[in-house]
């Protein structure tokens, strides 16, 4: 709860505003009953129509104040509430930005999202609910009882025992529910994971026509979550009719103890009144507090992300403004949270300003996680990665980044313009840059083809293309970027022999780029520079085609099992 409240004290004005118009609100249902009183006892037990009248018009007024009141109140608790909401957002988000794919691959993307909607929603409720209900409640419930007892002073012990055993039913309800709430946002997660991942997947879980076992999976996660809200919401029904109960049996036995008939009848109608009220505030603590228990979970794991302490420490150096591109592994090992063994095991090469390294290997072989530690995505667990001779840990992130372009093993286009996505690359780059990098990359002439060109709009992951033309897309947004160091993550696995050859033909004539070029396929690698062989995280042979066909029984055998024949071939 002490997030929460950090953040109401970031808007007191808004939220002490609120609380001033409720505060007049809950004054004026105080009121009533007491005119209501003096309409009966000195009005219609007196036959005494201008009494009546007077009364009558004093509640319309008290009423019309309270109206106002509570619209005001409204307004203002509605306003704090949304702008509480979106500031958290806004900061989770800014967080999340901040953190390394280590942090992210520990809180889980499914369980992020759902605490930056899901659980901000909860905050947000809570604390308009604290400017509508909460607040009101103790207003209403002390009034209520304070000017009950100065009425009738003989039936505090009567409110005194309503009171005692409420409370001790509040007390339970909010002990047993706030662990059950807890569970529950949990399962929300898991739910969220399980449509993300088929989402994600739809076109694989339609191709091998496994919607059963899907289906299987989303039942399983939504019963789960079910019966974490079933659980939570039991808690309610068992304790809330008996504080209800409680309450009526006060206003029975007060009704009882009045039996003598010497209690004004008004009286006794502002009495049961006052009651009544007591017993709506009651209901709204138990309400409240398993709404404050649902906040405070959601506080807390929102506050787990905002307080997670990143993997990655700032750089404490900038490197110069002017890159060259060479990139230097010294003895790097890399193990992934929670991974048995290294991914990567004292790996070691050297790639010259402008070379092109290819990088070649059996599936698991710790080529994504190599290529990941140079914009430093991961920080290698040993060992050092360097570019322009500054270690990656020391430099800065952004100025590190802004030299280097990534294009990944999956390509990822975003809702808007091809022109806007291939402008992801640098946002000031001129419509000719554009074009100039996309013909690079074999784009060009399909995007000219398409009816609005440039400017056709795509769909959400591109969609509304194939899988070669988003990876052209892809590569031509990095080309635009201008980087000093280019990493191919096998991002030519969806093109055709000719138009993959054109592509890398076009890569080896750029001048001053470092390129790390990852592919399955001997023909893509066989004309870079120089090429590393790896296998299960080790390297098996660094050198060109030729020194490894003659040196290395890894690249022999990749040779052997793509080409075959003679390796000058």
Same mark, same amino acid.
């Given at each position: ?208 026509? #496994?919607?059963?076992?899907? +289906?299987?999976? %989303? @039942? =399983?996660? /939504?019963?789960?979550?079910? !019966? $974490?809200?079933?659980? &939570? ?87 110069? #403004?002017?890159?060259?591109? +060479?990139?230097? %592994? @010294? =003895?790097? /090992?890399?193990?992934?949270? !929670? $991974?048995?063994?290294? &991914? ?105 083809? $398409? ?119």
């Amino acid at each position: 709860m002490k997030l929460i409240f950090g953040y109401i004290r970031r808007h007191l004005s808004l939220f002490l505003t609120a609380i001033f118009f409720l505060t007049i609100e809950a004054a004026a249902d105080l009121l009533q009953p007491a005119m209501m009183e003096r309409v009966v006892d000195d009005g219609v037990k007196a036959a005494d129509v201008g009494q009546i009248l007077r009364y009558g018009a004093v509640m319309v007024a008290i009423a019309a104040v309270g109206a106002m009141g509570a619209v005001l109140r409204n307004i203002y608790a509605s306003r704090t509430s949304q702008t509480i909401s979106r500031e958290i957002r806004s900061d989770l988000y800014r967080k999340v930005q901040s953190l390394s794919l280590e942090n992210i691959d520990h809180l889980q993307p499914a369980s992020i999202i759902t605490r930056i909607t899901n659980d901000v929603t909860q905050v947000q409720e809570f604390v308009n609910g604290c400017m509508r209900i909460m607040a009101k409640t103790p207003i209403t419930c002390i009034g209520a009882m304070v000017l009950l007892a100065l009425q009738t002073p003989w039936q505090i012990p009567v409110m005194a025992a309503v009171l005692l055993i409420a409370g001790g039913f509040i007390f339970a309800n909010v002990r047993l529910g706030y662990p059950r709430f807890g569970v529950m946002q949990q399962r929300l997660d898991q739910l969220n994971k399980v449509s993300r991942e088929f989402l994600s997947s739809v076109r694989v879980v339609k191709a091998f026509r #496994a919607e059963e076992g899907e +289906e299987r999976k %989303f @039942s =399983d996660a /939504s019963q789960g979550l079910a !019966g $974490a809200t079933t659980s &939570a919401m039991e808690v309610m029904a068992v304790f809330a009719p008996l504080i209800n109960l409680t309450v009526n049996l006060g206003i029975v036995l007060l009704l009882w103890l009045s039996r003598s008939g010497s209690t004004e009848i008004g009286h006794l109608m502002a009495s049961v009144n006052y009651m009544t009220q007591i017993l709506f505030s009651l209901g709204m603590v138990s309400n409240i507090l398993n709404n404050a228990a649902r906040a405070a979970a959601s506080a807390r794991r929102i506050g787990e992300i905002l307080e997670e302490v990143p993997a990655q420490k700032a750089g404490e150096e900038r490197p110069a #403004a002017s890159w060259r591109g +060479e990139v230097v %592994f @010294s =003895d790097v /090992s890399f193990t992934y949270g !929670g $991974a048995g063994k290294d &991914a990567l095991h004292h790996v070691s090469f050297r790639a010259a300003p402008g070379e092109t390294i290819g990088i070649i290997g059996p599936t698991g072989s710790g080529k994504s996680t190599l290529v990941n530690l140079v914009p430093r995505f991961y920080d290698a667990t040993g060992g050092t990665v360097a570019v322009d001779g500054v270690d990656v840990t020391r430099a800065d992130a952004k100025a590190l980044r802004s030299a280097v372009a990534v294009v990944p093993q999956k390509a990822l286009l975003f809702s808007g313009t091809i022109l806007e996505n291939l402008r992801w690359g640098r946002e000031n780059a001129s419509r000719e840059e554009v074009e100039a990098a996309a013909k690079m990359a074999c784009a060009h002439d399909f995007v000219t083809a $398409a009816p609005q060109g440039y400017d056709t709009v795509l769909g959400q992951g591109g969609v509304n293309l194939s899988g070669g033309q988003k990876q052209r897309l892809a590569l031509a947004r990095a080309l635009v970027r201008r980087p000093r160091v280019l990493i191919l993550d096998d991002c030519t696995s969806a093109l055709d022999a000719e138009t993959e050859a054109k592509v890398l033909e076009s890569l080896r004539q750029m001048r001053g780029v470092t390129v790390l070029l990852i592919s399955q396929r001997i023909a893509a690698v066989r004309r870079a520079d120089r090429i590393l062989c790896l296998e299960d995280g080790e390297v098996r042979g660094f050198g060109t085609h030729q020194e490894l066909m003659a040196s290395c029984s890894a690249y022999q055998a990749i040779y052997a099992s793509q080409i075959g024949g003679d390796s000058n071939g």
